[in-house]
């Protein structure tokens, strides 16, 4: 009678977890006309009017699932690819599910464990006080060299995540390099906490990317190979990603005062032993400072302005980017939303060459856009909608 009844129990178990089971395809498509003050081209520079997706959410569809294993224990999964809506073609370097691909087990007593090309905990628990969680792409950081916008993500990683305990939250990563005698080379290794009470929201964290001589990186954000989707911008950036390793630190803040959010960030990435023009290694650091105030004016408009400020030191570097972001959204329905985006940026000093490796002057590049200018002011201006399904 046990064995009939132990047999009763888990056939009952496992058809409550089948009914609790899901598979969930979901997407978002953003897209927008912008206009540019300035932007270099192979064939002219000057003023452009394009086309620019993504603005407010990077374009996405996916596959998302969870299978309840009964206890508060549940397997998930992630499958999420990106696109250009534009011109159809596949985004982050050509891979099918370039923006996610994970399989892990979710305790509610014990957190999550997660293994595959995942998002680090940098972005999971410091970038949602930012401006861009809400007021998108306009307002990251130049080159997006702190992964404000979620720009680089970490293959081959395992992660942690622990359940909220009393508003505090903590996430750890580390990423498998690969490199047969060298466990170092390519490693990824990444920590953040966050804690919110009230309207008051805090988080910190830490990243450190290894390459292997510029060649093997478990990060998108040190793989010179593949500059298609890793280099959001050439001339801010491009001359830095082939270093042997990557360091970012990043705290933001955020508090809700009403209807009004203000916030403050600071990041310091530092490139390290990268090869310059006289064949020497050298490391340089970029330190950004922002601030972001939105009003949620009615429930369906939204209202944003931030300011950042970028500066450059260590092998000659002196670049400073100055810049200031607006933006209004407003949402149609739930699913639906149209926006207006703007954002003018002021370079000066020196950086990197990204083809010859020596000093040159730093020209403007509006947040992660990579539509570098000729001089050293860019303006960009844009109107879009986005859909979520």
Known sequence: MKKLYAG???ASAASVAH?????TLYGVVDDGIAYQSDVAGSTGSGRTVSLEAGNLSGNRWGLRGIEDLGGG???VFRLESGFNVNSGKTSQGGRIFGRTAMVGLTDTAYGSLSVGRQYDPVIDLVQPLTADDSMGSVFATPG???NYDNSYRTNNSIKYTSPDLMGLRAAAMYAFGGVAGQIAAGQTYAAAIAYHHGPLGVAAGYFHANSNGGTVATSDALNPNASTFAIASEAITGGF???NSLQIVRAAASYALGTVTLGASYSNVRYQNYVDAAGNEATTAFNTGQAYATWQMTPAALLGAGYSYTKGHGNGVSAAYNQFSLGVDYALSKRTDVY???AYQKSSG???DASTGALVDAVASVSDYGNDATGNRQGLFLIGMRHRF
Not at 19 to 23: D, G, H, K, P, T
Request: hydrophobic share 55%; no cysteine.
């Open 8 to 10: 009763a129990l888990l």
């Open 19 to 23: 009914a609790q089971n899901s598979v």
């Open 73 to 75: 224990l549940s397997t």
């Open 144 to 146: 997006d060299m702190d």
């Open 241 to 243: 990603v082939a270093a």
């Open 340 to 342: 207006a985006l703007g």
């Open 350 to 352: 020196r950086t990197i």
